[in-house]
């Protein structure tokens, strides 16, 4: 990204729809309450926005790749889940 200035979505944005989208379905089968199209388009858009958005910030700030700070973004955050489950000490 910064040598040719192209910017490449990393593999951990780009798959994160679907895998996200199936973890709707799951919770929408344990529930057995189902939504319509628009409501999990609605749903996934929020949380694809604010994950491009942390991981576009992160990469800003540090002026490192979309790749490496998603993985920085994605390690935080399963850091902070440990931290509320009493995993890890806070």
Same mark, same amino acid.
């Given at each position: 990204?910064?040598?040719? @200035? ?8 780009? @798959?994160?729809?679907? &895998?996200?989208? #199936?973890?709707?379905?799951?919770? $929408? @089968? ?12 609605? /749903?996934?858009? &929020?949380?694809? $926005? #604010?994950?491009? /958005?942390? &991981?576009?910030?992160? #990469?800003?700030?540090? $002026?490192?790749?979309? /790749?490496?700070?998603?993985?920085? &973004? #994605?390690?935080? /955050? ?13």
């Amino acid at each position: 990204m910064f040598e040719k @200035n192209i910017v490449i979505i990393p593999d951990i944005l780009a @798959n994160a729809g679907g &895998v996200t989208v #199936s973890y709707f379905e799951q919770v $929408q @089968n344990n529930i057995n309450f189902y939504w319509d199209a628009k409501e999990v388009d609605d /749903r996934l858009r &929020v949380i694809m $926005q #604010s994950a491009t /958005r942390d &991981v576009i910030a992160l #990469s800003t700030l540090h $002026q490192i790749d979309l /790749r490496t700070a998603g993985y920085v &973004v #994605s390690l935080q /955050r399963i850091l902070e889940a440990m931290k509320q489950r009493h995993i890890v000490a806070k």
